[in-house]
């Protein structure tokens, strides 16, 4: 009997790929603008760059982008890449299609949710926030919970202490075979891939289930569930 349901955030819940590829395309441009000396598409390229070595939520990017060209940072460049960047952001970081359908119905039928995300706590409360789901959830556990990032089982062993109820009563919907459904099923999680979110082209997830659409899960609860009562 599933009695709990946990989610990853990014591609998951929101297409955080795309979001963070259209923001820093507007950023280098209005940066491009203002005088930055590098093109469009070398200045995105030198970004993801520096997200490789520092990782997707770095925060400083655009500053060490201008640091490495210039020694300093330029204000007005740094100002108009901030600005543009928030801008694409805000327009762009959208839920999936039937997203808010599904959680609805999850809490309707008495399941409780949860999100795990690798994000640090305060971006991934912005992004919940700003998608108005920062009432949703029983607990959102984020990388400064624990310092340990899926797929190791302490952001797991967390959400499982969190939640109050043994691994065999919770199911892990995710994107990321390697780290979402690796560390959930290595205590006893049943998994959820979330194919509409996969960046990776995969194959063979290794997950229990797999869906094209969230709204599938509700299928996956009923089938786990038949016969019983999620309440």
Known sequence: MIRAVIFDLDNTLTDFVKMKDRAIISAVEAMFDMGLPLSPQD??????????????EYQYVLDQLLRDLYGHVPPAIL??????YR??????LVLYPHVKLTLVELIRRGIRLAVLSDAPSLQAWQ??????LQHTFDHVITFDDTGQRKPSPAPFRKAIDLLGMPPAELLMVGDWPARDMRGAAGLGIQTVFARYGDTFQTKHSGADFEIDDIIELLDVL??????????
């Open 43 to 56: 200045a995105r390229e030198s970004i993801y760059a520096i997200y490789d070595r520092e990782g997707i």
């Open 79 to 84: 100002a108009a890449g901030i600005i543009a």
């Open 87 to 92: 801008r694409a952001r805000d327009s762009i």
């Open 127 to 132: 992004r919940l926030h700003h998608l108005s």
């Open 222 to 231: 009923d089938e786990l569930n038949a016969g019983g009562d999620a309440g």
